[in-house]
């Protein structure tokens, strides 16, 4: 989440959510025979908002206030399912800031004949708030009920229409890397410069079924200055693609923290495109649909069943102030649990902000194993430093101490994995803690801290999530040793 103002004004944050308790679940999906195909069905539906209304729309991203003007181009939710074995799994992408954990649990709660749904936000800034700190002002909450209820029911909706379409399909997995199409924006400069492309093609006819596409990018091409309703260079990714390869595409974000944005200019047939224009939005989209396209050409075919999933619960301290804030005002409603010490403990529901007791979210990690593909569920914007455990620790951070998170890469067992940032939470910046550095001296440097803490909930809530991640994959790994 990047809430951007001017100058010094940049990064006056907030944010999010409020606190936790902890209830682990985990599921083992299906025993199939080893012959029987995986189905898989796709779907699209549409979230755009209704801007001719008199009800005001505010664009979620930067600073509060930004009403929106019109509609340039719609918004969707895009899913996909996957049947094996009497199990289902439904995988839902909308173009959105950060749909919290209560809106995907009431979205659960119409699919419990689903063994495990995720929805995942795009990161979008360019359309509706809904988590509540992007309003007419820092103290009226922007999140229209109406609509997040239609966005539900759209989720929904996906996940049906998708099932219609159930083919039998085997699954092709490709990568391609450009570290050119991503501008790190916070030193250490580490990003993740890979695309990861799922694509999975008809038993019966051959043709291409579908793509699931993960980038590691803000949807930030057109700037705060923007007052348009736009899904961001995220929909002319999946236009170009669906043109291309004639089948439906799920576009998704990956490790988008820290902060990967668009490079700030493009050259294309010699002229230099500005980020915050529609122009360098479109040109921008095309070259991410090329490196996927890259990435399709070089795809290898991989096994995707039997499905196995874990997903726990977990609690993630609070002590950012501006959450705090953003709880007492009202604009983020989010149950808020006194912080026991230990992640996967709730605490007692907090009524009202203590001064001295730190609250904590309820918030979710998953991991599905799908044959010999993983695929990591992470509720924020994860730094990429955590991916392949690049993190620095440079002279002038606060923690120079603090304990090292594990890397994502190292965690899961699968060679082939994707990534789903924002996946049924946003909880804000996953950093890592070594590189926390709000108090002077600054690292590098610095006459001033950089942006990034102030829209996180805490030093700790990364490694809180990566362990958390650890005892998911422990726990597929189990069931996998169970079965053998
Ligand atoms: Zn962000």
Avoid at 153 to 179: H, I, N, P, S
Avoid at 359 to 369: D, K, L, N, S
Wanted: charge should be positive; aromatic fraction near 8%; hydrophobic fraction near 40%.
């Amino acid at each position: 989440m990047r809430v951007q103002g001017k100058g010094t004004m940049r990064g006056i944050s907030w944010v999010v959510v409020w606190a936790g308790i902890c209830v682990p679940g985990w599921l083992e999906a299906g025993q199939p025979g080893p012959t029987e195909p995986l189905s898989v069905g796709f779907a699209q539906t549409d979230i755009t908002p209704d801007c001719a209304s008199d009800r005001p729309v505010y664009l979620a991203g930067y600073l509060p206030g930004r009403r929106a003007t019109g509609v340039h181009d719609p918004l969707a939710a895009r899913g996909v399912v996957l049947h094996h074995g009497g199990r289902k799994l439904a995988f839902v992408s909308v173009d959105l800031i950060g749909l919290q954990l209560e809106t995907v649990d009431r979205i659960r709660k119409q699919l419990q004949d689903y063994d495990q749904v995720t929805v995942a936000s795009t990161h979008n800034h360019s359309g509706p708030d809904v988590i509540g700190i992007w309003g007419k002002s820092f103290f009226k909450r922007g999140v229209d009920d109406a609509y997040l209820k239609r966005v539900r029911d759209a989720v929904v909706a996906c996940v049906r229409k998708a099932e219609t379409t159930l083919q039998k399909v085997r699954g092709r997995f490709g990568t391609a890397d450009d570290a050119r199409l991503v501008h790190d924006s916070r030193l250490p400069v580490v990003v993740d410069p890979r695309i990861r492309v799922l694509e999975f093609t008809g038993i019966e006819n051959g043709r291409r079924a579908g793509l699931l596409v993960q980038w590691n990018c803000h949807p930030e091409s057109l700037e705060s200055k923007n007052r348009q309703v736009t899904a961001d260079f995220p929909a002319v990714v999946v236009e170009t693609l669906q043109k291309q390869y004639g089948c439906p595409v799920v576009y998704f974000s990956g490790a988008i923290g820290g902060l990967m944005a668009p490079p700030h200019t493009l050259v294309e047939d010699g002229r230099t495109l500005h980020r915050g224009t529609w122009e360098f939005r479109r040109t921008y989209g095309r070259l991410v649909a090329q490196l996927a396209s890259k990435a399709v050409d070089k795809a290898r075919p991989l096994s995707l069943t039997p499905f196995r999933c874990a997903n726990e619960r977990l609690y993630v301290p609070v002590r950012n102030p501006w959450y705090r804030a953003a709880r007492v005002t009202g604009v983020v409603r989010r149950k808020s649990y006194a912080w026991t010490g230990d992640p996967r403990e709730r605490g007692s529901q907090m009524k009202f902000l203590h001064a001295t007791r730190i609250g904590a979210i309820e918030t979710e990690v998953g991991y599905w194993q799908l044959g010999e593909l993983g695929l990591a569920m992470i509720p924020g914007e994860l730094y990429p430093e955590l991916l392949e455990g690049k993190i620095d620790q440079p002279e002038g951070a606060d923690l120079p101490d603090a304990p090292l998170e594990p890397a994502v890469a190292q965690l899961l067992p699968t060679r082939h994995w994707m990534l789903v940032g924002l996946a049924n939470d946003e909880i804000g910046y996953l950093i890592p803690a070594r590189q926390w550095d709000r108090q002077p001296p600054y690292a590098y440097g610095r006459r001033r801290s950089q942006y990034g803490e102030i829209n996180s909930c805490g030093p700790d809530s990364a490694r809180l999530v990566l362990e958390s991640l650890r005892r998911c994959t422990g726990k597929v790994a189990e069931a996998v040793a169970a079965a053998q």
